[in-house]
């Protein structure tokens, strides 16, 4: 029997963060073992490409003096022809320039050698470099985009990760937890996992959000004028006076940025709505002002709770310090809130809010709408979620290994603790969703969430607007095939540019007005669109459970080979294969 995680900063810091970085390194030596890569053979290699390296730098290094000296000396050369033609005869300029002559031919004759030499260790290099990524192929084939699941289900088996996110996900959070999904015109989902948390679905995406921000433009104008003086002999004279004007103006500007969150779909407190944000109140210890600063925000919870005159229920807990570091003030259902945070909850809730040596400590928003919350950490925001096979390859082993225990173990800890507040509440690991997602052929495709990423991972730039200069906003539709794939049709907003002036009028010192321009950029919206073909695949089997198999060299789907598409321009993405459909 799987058991409940009721205290995650505890089991995190006991059990889960050791386990993780245990199942981590288990894995990466049996991918090592299985691809039959020697690493003693690689140690070599590498060893002998750093020797190269270090020759090369040196090399190029002496390489850039020997010019340096060759410049100078021909400087010098010119420098001593001028001062012979300017105090000698002419015949006397044969004199520095057969020595310089002499100097710039050995000069050449060096640099020549050396240039050689550089070219030689550069090839000898490329040889090495190529021979080591030869001899970690097979251990960089094996990398697939499923491992984070595997790892993560391995170590907290309360969490499972679905192969992608697929219509049978999205229709249960719509059809049980009532949520659209629909995140608007103005966020793209650039990578999304989806799976199950004690028995719920949550999802964990990555957006890329637009809004309209604005942007100071700035201009200056010189202006000149005379003005006439008396001076100190009484005679008139002309003076000449400077001034530089400056205007500035606000324009509108697309801004985009990048944003990170948890959705968890559960059935517990169902009529129940709050959101809270990180508190600073978290991270204030028990010195004397840090208790008068605690102390003074539980008073306002406690005036707010008897205010009968404002228009809320908000009734404050008998657990002050958690209602105060908490702080879901706007929460519509004392009840079922209650029903919610028990003392337990409470209790871990608070030692994750104040956490600052195992975890992040009060990072996370916390919004509840009826059966869906959203969580969105601070921590998370710099995490790459994505896990692609192609960060993972290497040319020298000891690195790989380095770079994929890391990354795996800094994701279970980001993630971990992105979930860890929805871990603290007991209630939510007793409400279990038993809803048969894949019902039908529909429900195993993947749904729109994932066609955006699919996009995304194409690029931008395969979908921009000839005229675009900023980021653009990828958005799908779908329109199922006869044979079972899809034909994704993809809308790219972005915006154009053009250079405008605009004239600022502006008192100078010489008592006018004038007009100073002011150059900006008007944006203005631009939209293309394209189509992808996409179809599922089954995805590589794994006779051990332990570790990914290699995903490359899947047969084309007929979908794809009946419409004349080149293998070389398809994507296996996630047992999905994608390419773009050409106009």
Known sequence: MIDDVHEPLEQYSSQFKTAHVQNTSDFFEDLVRRSGVDENANIKTVQELRKLETQAAGTGSSNRWWRILRGITIAAMLLAALYVFANYQWPWLLVPAV????AIYKL?????????????????????????????????????????????????????????????????????????????????????????????????????SHWMGSKTYHGSLHITWTEQHRNSEGKWETRTHHDTLHASIERPLPEYAYRTFIVYGNEAAPDLVFS???????????????????????????AKSRDVNDGSAFTVMANREFDALF????????????????????QEMLKLLKDSQIGYGDTFAFDKAHMINVLESGHMQQTDISGAPEKFHAY??????????????????????????????????????????????YSQ????????????????????HPDCVSRSILKTSTQEESDGSQKVHVTASGFGSVERIHYVSVHGGDGRSHQVPVHWDEYFEVQNSATMLVKEVAP?????????????????????SQRGIDAGKTVLRRSIVSAVLSD
């Not at 690195?399 to 509440?425: C, M, T, V």
């Not at 590589?540 to 794809?560: T, V």
């Open 445 to 464: 495709k993947p749904c729109f969430w994932e066609h955006e990423a699919i996009a995304n991972y194409h690029g931008e730039t395969t979908f921009n």
């Open 396 to 441: 020298e082993l000891a690195q790989a290994r380095r770079f994929f225990n890391g990354y795996h173990n800094d994701f279970f800890k980001s993630f971990y603790f992105g979930i860890a507040p929805l871990l603290a509440i007991p209630l939510y690991q007793q409400h279990r969703s038993h809803a048969d997602i894949y019902k039908d052929t």
């Open 99 to 102: 020595l310089f002559a002499l």
């Open 540 to 560: 590589p089997s794994d006779a051990s459970g332990e570790a990914a198999k290699d995903a490359h060299g899947i047969d084309l789907p007929p979908a794809f």
């Open 108 to 208: 050449n004759r060096i640099i020549n050698d050396s240039d050689a030499q550089l070219n030689h260790l550069r090839e000898a290099c490329d040889e090495k470099r190529a021979l080591a990524w030869g001899q970690m192929a097979p251990l960089n084939r094996l990398f697939d985009w499923d491992i984070v699941a595997k790892l993560v289900q391995k170590t907290v088996p309360r969490i499972a990760f679905d192969s992608y996110f697929s219509n049978g996900r999205m229709e249960e959070l719509r059809n049980s937890f009532r949520w659209s999904g629909n995140l608007g015109d103005d966020q793209s989902i650039v990578f999304s996992h989806s799976g199950i948390l004690n028995g719920n679905p949550f999802i964990l995406a990555r957006t890329l």
């Open 327 to 346: 702080g879901a003030t706007d929460r519509n259902h004392e009840v079922q809130f209650r029903l919610l945070f028990t003392p337990l909850a409470q």
């Open 276 to 302: 809270r944000s990180p508190s600073e109140l978290s991270k204030l210890d028990d010195g004397l002002f840090d208790k008068w600063r605690k102390n003074r925000a539980i008073k306002k919870l406690e």
